[in-house]
Nanobody, 128 residues
């Protein structure tokens, strides 16, 4: 199937860090583009980061240098390490899978680019 399970969200002070996880349950996702999206309250969905298979990585300009995406194929888990968080990072974070290896530029990515699977989301709140 295409089930995904995000975890790791929570509340953190500005400048803090969180690590999000997205466990997937279908090995066909090992070689696919997987990525993270986020949606802040009242704003549209935006791409955050993507990884092609377990190789090349892409980042939105807003998070480049602060976030790191990775995939552990053996554990069937996608990660998003988020450092130096700011209030602008507050959002619901979703992982998603695209059919095919290649990832779009996260700044141009749309929900329709990732049709294989979506998770339910995990909330990240940065305040204080």
């Amino acid at each position: 199937q295409g089930q995904l399970a995000e975890s790791g969200g929570g509340s953190v002070q500005p400048g803090g860090s969180l690590r999000l996880s997205c466990e997937y349950f279908d090995d066909i996702n090992n070689g696919r583009c997987m990525g993270w999206f986020r949606q802040a309250l009242g704003r549209k969905l935006e791409g955050v980061a993507g990884v092609e298979g377990d190789g090349p990585r892409k980042y939105a300009r807003a998070v480049k240098g602060r976030f790191t995406i990775s995939k552990d194929i053996a554990k069937r888990t996608l990660y998003l390490q988020m450092n130096n968080l700011t209030s602008d990072d507050t959002a619901m974070y979703y992982c998603a899978v695209r059919r095919g290896v290649r990832c779009p530029d996260p700044d141009a990515a749309e929900k329709s680019d990732f049709i294989a699977a979506w998770g339910q989301g995990t909330q990240v709140t940065v305040s204080g």
